[in-house]
Structure formats: C-alpha cells, structure tokens
C-alpha cells in the first residue's frame, strides 16, 4: 500500500511565474521609478526559482506582481493627465 509522503514527494513543485519580462516592459513603458522596484523583485524571485527556494519565490513573485499593477495603473493616470493637460494648454488644437 503507497505512503502518503511518497505521493507528496513524487508530486512536483508548481512552476513560480516571476514576472520579469512584464516588470520590465512596465519599466520601460508605463512609469520607471515604481517598474524598477517590480523588476527588483521579479529577479529576487527568479534567483529563488533557480536556488530551489519555492517559498521565497512565490513570496517575492507576488510582490512584483502588486508593483508591476502599481506601476501600470500610475503609468496610465499620469499619461491621461498629460493628455488633459495638453488639451488644456491648446497643444493639439490647429
């Protein structure tokens, strides 16, 4: 009769999605300051793939997904604010 520790065991560990590549896209495209902070934290978590660290990687993956929104969502509001303010200035009028 099979153990239960030999069916965990056999089991493998999910892969981590660290997020790197859509941390530095958000980087370079939406809002710098906060997209190097997700990328800090997607290479943290991709270190911890490579070491094995499963627990850490998660952990660190999910903080870089919380910074890469942040990122996103602030790029996007200012680059609407920008827009607004040009309107405003006349900038696109002929």
Known sequence: MPDIADDAAAKPEPA???HLG???ASAMLCF?????VAVAYAVSA????ARGDSERAVRQARRAKRWLIAT????????????AVFLLLG???T
């Open 16 to 18: 981590v999605t660290t």
């Open 91 to 93: 900038a696109f009028s």
């Open 72 to 83: 996103v969502v602030v790029g996007i509001l200012l680059d609407l604010f920008l827009v």
């Open 22 to 24: 859509w941390a530095v």
């Open 46 to 49: 991709h270190n911890a793939v």
């Open 32 to 36: 710098l300051p906060l997209g190097l």
